[in-house]
């Protein structure tokens, strides 16, 4: 009974909130039961216990008084931990932010980690239309990660087979919504990491357009490609929770200053007439045929629902990988150089005077084995002498790919392709090559160098065999910039046609 207002519709609970039939404090006491009763998910690096029953008291209060609430009214919301929260600690879940100024080798206790001085734009949006922020969750450090196993706290484990990976770098944002433990969450987009743990979990997630959401109070990992967005279990919840977050902020110049769309609207707009782009660059070989089966009868669900499906090419989506990891290591091994010990967060003490080796030996310290890989690669790619052959070259490329887009936008709606050539890993499966953990995110960085608008939705899952149980499977609908509006529709269509959300196994 408890966990039924949990498998409301955003819209629904917040309705039943502001009408006064359910109090928020009542759907808070029910989140945080099953956050308490689902620990082995991992999902949560921290808890707001004490402050979401606050926030919920301060909800229902306004409510007698008879003042309007907001449009996530009572609604709790998971956040990542890698966008500033003030009444949180704040760790990227790393070991570098944790444990602020004890002066040891570092702690693996992310509660008592890095507390910011302020909240990120997106989290004071959430609380400005009365949502409960519910807790932090986790995520492979840094944002740096397709499976939320290179968090310092241990990976979150996928509700659908707990002997699976959640996706990354979102793991918590995904794993939080799945399981049924937040109605909406939000997560951070560099190259995939909203879609494909969207998509592995078994839930809607959305990358909006580079500009659409404020990254004020987002811990940078690569600037001009991170984008904050929405995870939820329906297409509808997803698109108000872009609503309340999107919109241009004095903060972070460059977010839009374009009008924030009906989000929530468009998903009951019909579909009829829309054009549907389908690469065959992203049908090849790697792809599992299950996937590309479930993607195909998707696909055929639009056609029924009167749209066009025409092919379209995007020749340099081979590059993408080798782009991406050329541009986001440059710009992260920039973006990293603050967290040296002086600062922020871990500071490794008695270190013989000099400011180098405290820096060293902080950052040897603080960061994991993928984040120091980064760095390096970074720093490389930006040395005198080998920019022009790697960075230069790969903004160039950056570039064609956007184009190879903008062509097949002339002459079609939106695209769509799988969201992750593979249904969910099992621990440790890539973790030893990160160049097969790279190849995860093959169907997901060419929107992502493109800044354009992007979002996965659940499909057919795959079947379950003797090895393997049904695991969910993503549908990702691309669209040109800030043409999210035509994305929600198409998204609730497929929705409507697949039957509705879909719940992992109990
Ligand atoms: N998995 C990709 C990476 O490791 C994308 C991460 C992201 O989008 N933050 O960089």
Redo the contacts with the bound molecule.
């Keep these: 009974m408890m966990s039924d207002v949990l498998e409301l519709s955003i819209a629904d609970l917040a309705d039943q909130v502001k009408s006064g039939t359910l109090s928020a404090r009542a759907v808070t006491e029910a989140a945080l039961a099953r956050i308490e009763r689902t620990q082995d998910l991992n999902a949560f690096l921290h808890v707001s216990k004490d402050a979401s029953l606050a926030a919920a008291d301060a909800v229902d209060a306004k409510r007698q008084r008879g003042e309007a609430l907001g449009k996530l009214a009572g609604v709790p919301i998971a956040i990542k931990d890698a966008l500033c929260t003030m009444d949180a600690p704040t760790t990227c879940a790393s070991k570098i932010l944790t444990r602020v100024g004890e002066g040891n080798a570092g702690g693996t206790d992310p509660t008592r980690g890095f507390r910011p001085p302020y909240d990120a734009t997106v989290v004071a949006r959430l609380r400005a239309a009365d949502a409960i922020l519910i807790g932090k969750v986790n995520m492979?450090e840094f944002?740096?990660?397709?499976s939320g196993e290179n968090s310092a706290f241990g990976p979150s484990r996928n509700p659908w087979d707990k002997s699976r990976t959640a996706g990354?770098?979102s793991s918590g944002s995904a794993v939080s919504v799945a399981a049924g433990l937040a109605l909406g969450a939000l997560g951070?987009?560099?190259?995939?990491?909203i879609r494909?743990p969207a998509a592995l979990c078994g839930v809607v997630g959305v990358k909006p357009s580079y500009g659409r959401v404020s990254r004020y109070g987002l811990i940078a990992?690569a600037s001009s490609l991170d984008q904050v967005g929405p995870f939820a279990r329906d297409v509808k919840s997803a698109a108000r929770l872009l609503e309340v977050i999107s919109g241009a902020d004095p903060m972070d110049s460059t977010s839009a200053d374009l009008p924030v769309g009906e989000y929530e609207a468009a998903c009951s707009k019909d579909v009829k007439g829309l054009r549907i782009g389908i690469p065959e660059e992203y049908f090849g070989e790697g792809l599992d045929p299950a996937i590309a089966e479930s993607v195909r009868s998707a696909i055929a669900e639009l056609e029924k629902a009167g749209c066009t499906v025409k092919p379209v090419s995007l020749p340099h989506t081979k590059y993408g990988i080798a782009t991406?990891y050329v541009v986001?290591t440059a710009e992260a091994s920039s973006n990293l150089a603050r967290f040296d010990g002086v600062r922020f967060g871990l500071r490794i003490e008695n270190v013989k005077s000099d400011l180098t080796s405290l820096y060293g030996k902080t950052r040897n310290a603080g960061f994991g084995a993928e984040v120091k890989r980064r760095i390096l690669l970074g720093t490389y790619v930006l040395s005198a002498g080998y920019y022009d052959a790697y960075y230069k070259k790969a903004q160039r490329v950056r570039t064609l790919i956007k184009r190879d887009f903008d062509a097949a936008f002339e002459s079609v709606d939106a695209i769509a392709v799988p969201t992750s050539p593979i249904p969910a890993f099992r621990f440790g499966e890539k973790v030893e090559s990160p160049l097969a953990?790279?190849l995860?995110?093959v169907f997901?960085l060419p929107a992502?160098l493109a800044g354009i608008a992007g979002l996965s939705v659940p499909c057919r899952p795959t079947p379950a065999t003797a090895s393997q149980p049904a695991l969910p499977v993503g549908l990702q609908l691309l669209g040109p910039s800030f043409a999210e509006e035509r994305l929600f529709s198409l998204a609730a269509e497929v929705e409507r046609r697949m039957g509705g959300v879909q719940r992992p196994p109990a």
């Design positions: 492979d944002a740096m990660g397709s990354g770098s951070s987009d560099t190259g995939g990491s494909q990992f991406y986001a953990m790279y995860a995110d997901t992502s």
